[in-house]
């Protein structure tokens, strides 16, 4: 896969600039902590795992200069730039998952000297990071098998290459269909306020000549109920124990519509986005976003400046409208409550 959404490169973290997408392919490097964290905040570098990566590699950022041997004081360096990093964006559990893993190596290997410890946490960054493209490779093995010939598909947000390291979990099924030679169209919403789906997956799906259509999010339905879409293929930021799912705003709405139209509707996730300590999707924090981000359309204003503005980032797709997850794992079917945990743990 051509794109190299986030890299550790001489030091620094190189991601791709994805609020320039796709008018300019830019990347920035990201060279200390306040830069990652900034990255993260703006939506640099975003998706759930692309943000569990950069916040793993933003780890070594922070403790990389810790100077002498002072096991106490690099513990608390730790701790405090697991902290920061943590308090970039709330909803996407990948973030959290990458960095209690950090802290687990170091902590775990605390008799080490301080350059062998930076050494490990190190690796295990970049473990993860090389992780996550296999991962992706083992869901979209699992999830092209769902799409047939001559299939509709629907996506929402980006849940491809640029949201993860490479490939991408929703997207990474409609790569690896079309490798398996499959014919099949892809719908993606636009996914207002930021436009992930029409600057990000357009663009990506695009540049992997995926025959793809942009449509406005509302409308999804008119399409659902022309009888023009087979399938909906979601990514997901949080991922309960019972199989609520956090994604993207609007991807409840598409699970409702997909529901009343009787439309397969997947969620496509690699276990860190499973969080099994919730029982359901009611203890997911969700973000909200500035109001500008509604106001502004690409940095123009599009209403009143001063009207007021409600910006969830995320919402809850309840389980029961949810047909399958497409883990690395395999297929996770209903029962979800039972089957969820017996999958992931
Ligand atoms: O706010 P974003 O752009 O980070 O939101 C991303 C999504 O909602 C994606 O669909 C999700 O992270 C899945 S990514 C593989």
Redesign the pocket.
């Known amino acids: 896969m051509p794109i190299a959404t986030i890299e550790w490169k001489n030091n620094c973290i190189r991601i791709i600039d994805q609020t320039k997408l796709p008018l300019k392919l830019k990347h920035l490097d990201c060279c200390n902590i306040k830069t990652i964290w900034k990255a993260i905040k703006e939506?640099k570098v975003?998706?759930?795992?692309?943000?569990g990566i950069a916040g793993a590699l933003g780890v070594i950022l922070g403790i990389k200069d810790f100077p002498g041997q002072d096991i106490e004081g690099f513990k608390k360096k730790l701790d405090q730039t697991v902290k920061y990093l943590a308090s970039s964006?709330p909803t996407?559990v990948n973030l959290f998952w990458a960095l209690e893993r950090m802290k687990k190596r170091a902590y775990s290997n605390l008799n080490l000297s301080l350059p062998k410890i930076k050494k490990l946490l190190l690796d295990e960054s970049l473990k993860i990071l090389e992780e996550d493209k296999s991962i992706c490779r083992k869901m979209a093995d699992y999830g092209a098998k769902l799409i047939q010939d001559g299939d509709t598909c629907l996506t929402?947000?980006?849940?491809?290459a640029l949201?993860?390291a490479d490939y991408?979990?929703?997207l990474g099924v409609f790569y690896r269909a079309k490798e398996e030679g499959k014919a099949f169209k892809v719908y993606a919403c636009e996914t207002r306020p930021?436009l992930?789906g029409a600057r990000l997956t357009s663009w990506e799906l695009k540049e992997h000549n995926i025959d793809v259509t942009l449509i406005a999010d509302n409308t999804a339905g008119y399409l659902m109920k022309e009888g023009k879409i087979d399938k909906v293929f979601?990514?997901?930021?949080r991922v309960a124990a019972n199989g609520d799912t956090a994604?993207?705003i609007g991807?409840f709405n598409l699970a409702l519509l997909s529901h009343y139209h009787q439309i397969p509707f997947y969620i496509?996730?690699p276990s860190s986005?499973f969080d099994l300590k919730l029982k359901s999707g009611k203890g997911i924090p969700i973000?909200h976003r500035k109001p500008q981000e509604v106001i502004c359309l690409q940095s123009k204003k599009v209403a009143h400046f001063q009207v007021k503005v409600y910006n969830p980032?995320?919402d809850v797709t309840l389980h029961k409208f949810i047909r399958a997850f497409v883990t690395e794992k395999g297929l996770i079917k209903p029962p979800f409550a039972k089957n969820i945990p017996n999958a992931i743990e």
């Open positions: 939506l975003r998706g759930a795992p692309a943000i964006r996407a929402v947000c980006n849940a491809g949201a993860t991408g979990t929703a930021l992930q979601a990514g997901a930021d994604n993207k991807t496509v996730a986005t973000e980032a995320f």
